[in-house]
Every structure is written in C-alpha cells, then in structure tokens.
C-alpha cells in the first residue's frame, strides 16, 4: 500500500513536470532551428525543471533530478527511509506497472509517445546507490491495449 502511494505521488509530480515541458516543446520550428539551439533549449529546460529540487513528494520520496533531452525525460527519484538494497526487482516492476498504466492511460503522453519521447525513472535508496530503473515508452504502452 505504502509502495502504491508513492508511486501514485511521483506520478502526479511526474505529469505536471511533463505538462511544462510540453508546452515548452510546442515553441516554434524556427525557435528550435539549429542543433546548437536545441542544445541551449534543453539546458534551459534543465534548469527550469530542477528549479526547487530535491523536493520531498512524501515522507518516503524525493525527487532529486529531472533531465530533458532529445527523445527522453528522466526522473531521479531516491527513497529515503529505504537503502537500495531493500528496492528489489519486485518493487521496480510494480511501480512501472503503475506508472505506466496512468501513463499509458494519458492522450497526451501518448501522443508524446507516437512522436518517440520516452520517460525513464531511475530510482536510489537512502543509500544513494541506485537500486534500478524503468522505461514507459510506447513499445510498453502496447500491453495495455
């Protein structure tokens, strides 16, 4: 149950993190014209969207980082009464499952699918050992149909 809720609260940061970097995503063609503006684009959508972390999303939760880059939102979350020793494979499943379903479930992340983003969710214990990750991405979603 405690595992669900976590999951259930980095997901709602997770999506609101997204919503942004939607809208950042839809500027102009010519705003984004150059790999070299891509490049700054993403360094500031970096900077926009670790402004505030790490931010406690629960008394168990932390989200440390979030990463764009071309193709990819990556999500560093750490569990902070949990050394990684303790997220094993079995909790990194389900919290994919979780995810992925609510994710999956979303037109708009769908559709960020269809056009080939991804999201990946790193996550670390108490520890700052990394006890796995994940990817929901649309070759996942498909299980879901």
């Not at 569990?79 to 997220?87: D, F, K």
């Not at 094993?88 to 999956?104: H, M, S, V, W, Y």
Request: hydrophobic letters at 40%.
């Amino acid at each position: 149950m405690l595992k669900t809720i976590i999951i259930i609260v980095v997901l709602s940061f997770a999506w609101t993190v997204y919503k942004n970097e939607r809208r950042a995503a839809q500027q102009p063609a010519q705003q984004v014209a150059t790999m070299q503006g891509k490049q700054q684009g993403a360094a500031k959508a970096n900077v926009d969207l670790n402004r505030g972390l790490p931010t406690m999303l629960d008394s168990q939760t932390m989200l440390t980082r979030v990463e764009a880059s071309t193709g990819a939102t990556i999500y560093h979350i750490k569990m902070v009464n949990y050394p990684s020793a303790y997220l094993d494979q079995d909790f990194l499943i389900k919290a994919q499952e979780l995810i992925g379903r609510r994710n999956c479930a979303d037109n708009d992340i769908r559709w960020s699918f269809d056009q080939g983003m991804h999201m990946k969710y790193i996550v670390s214990g108490s520890d700052n050992q990394q006890a796995g990750s994940f990817i929901i991405s649309k070759v996942y979603c498909q299980r879901f149909r």
